[in-house]
């Protein structure tokens, strides 16, 4: 099975930080990374596919790069609203196994 | 408008079994592969079960394999989970999720709210 490490598994900024959460799979998974945010007691939002597409209605700050077996999301400009949990999962494989997740708090 | 509703959840003696079931409506629900994905109190997400558009294609995680069942009934649009043999590890928000229109590559755009197994004694 394709096994997803994320970093950090937390993270402290401030609102307007620039912020970079990054992840890795065991294996080549081209382009087939999603990005999800969860909020407490929440579904998961989907946020990024393909590594770098972004869903309809999610705001620009976000983006998603890399390809292969490192990936990473970026928020340029922290908003209250994005302190959340950041998830990514590989969608190579039918597995669609997850990282354990980033855990983003306010400074 | 895109809805996933679970239902079935609750309390359950380890050995005990549950019917977990999702019921979807504003899309064309046999068109579309669909999973189970679970989330233990205070942990992360933990990808559990697929199945293909027609419930032809079944897949597990390793950690279910054998006491969960994944099905479909297309007529009634809902996607259902059995699950057999709990134990208290098994104790999670179960969440349905629907894959994009292109398939599993392309990530789960729409989720339930979840249901919360409880496995204990």
């Known amino acids: 099975d394709i096994q997803m490490t994320q970093s950090p598994s937390s993270l402290s900024a401030s609102v307007g930080d620039r912020v970079t959460i990054t992840c890795r799979a065991s294996?080549?998974?081209?382009?087939?990374l999603n990005w999800y945010q969860q909020k407490p007691g929440k579904a998961p939002k989907f946020l990024i596919n393909d590594a770098s597409s972004l869903q309809s209605g999610v705001p620009s700050r976000f983006s998603g790069s890399g390809s292969g077996t490192d990936f990473t999301l970026t928020i340029s400009s922290l908003q209250p609203e994005d302190f959340a949990t950041y998830y990514c999962q590989q969608s190579y494989s039918i597995l669609g196994t997850f990282g354990q997740g980033t855990k983003l708090e306010i400074k | 408008e895109v809805q996933l509703v679970e239902s079935g959840g609750g309390l359950v003696q380890p050995g005990g079994s549950l019917r977990l079931s999702c019921a979807a409506s504003?899309?064309?629900?046999?068109?579309?592969?669909m999973n189970w994905v679970r989330q233990a109190p205070g942990k992360g997400l933990e990808w559990v079960s697929y199945i293909s558009s027609s419930g032809s294609s079944i897949y597990y995680s390793d950690s279910v394999k054998g006491r969960f069942t994944i099905s479909r009934d297309n007529a009634k649009n809902s996607l259902y989970l059995q699950i057999n043999s709990l134990r208290a590890e098994d104790t999670a928000v179960y969440y349905c999720a629907r894959a994009s229109p292109r398939g599993y590559n392309y990530g789960y755009a729409y989720w339930g709210q979840g249901t919360l197994v409880t496995v204990s004694s």
């Open positions: 504003g899309f064309t629900f046999s068109s579309y592969e």
């Open positions: 294996q080549n998974i081209g382009n087939y």
